[in-house]
């Protein structure tokens, strides 16, 4: 099992950025993809990005391409999400999760991912 924390999430304005760190430990985090995917109230929990265990693939919701980039530091056990151009719309709980299974065609999933973090709240203003 990977224990995963989320942080960096906060109030921005329409407009803005911000980083979301996800730390993990608890096992080699190199053997593990990564997923991004968030949930607002009254909506299902929906995918936001990953990346694979190298960091080498990477994949967006396409509603999101050009302004969220996913990224991984597999020396500090840490994955990222970086928001640009925030949108009201954007406002949710942002959760990481990491599976040990291959992502290329499923990476969308939720249920193809074992462990997940807590969760870090976004919110936007307009």
């Known amino acids: 099992q990977v224990q995963l924390v989320e942080s960096g999430g906060g109030l921005v304005q329409a407009g803005g950025s911000l980083r979301l760190s996800c730390a993990a430990s608890g096992r080699t985090f190199s053997n593990y993809a990564m997923g991004w995917f968030r949930q607002a109230p009254g909506k299902e929990r929906e995918f936001v990005a990953a990346?694979?265990?190298?960091?080498?693939?990477?994949y967006y919701a396409e509603s999101l391409k050009g302004r969220f980039t996913i990224s991984r530091d597999n020396a500090k056990n840490t994955v990222y999400l970086q928001m640009n151009s925030l949108k009201p719309e954007d406002m949710a709980v942002y959760y990481c999760?990491?599976?040990?299974?291959?992502?290329?065609?499923?990476?969308?999933?939720?249920?193809?991912?074992?462990?997940w973090g807590q969760g870090t709240q976004v919110t936007v203003s307009s």
């Open positions: 990346i694979s265990w190298s960091g080498g693939s990477k």
């Open positions: 999760a990491a599976t040990n299974r291959v992502i290329s065609r499923t990476y969308y999933s939720p249920s193809l991912y074992d462990d």
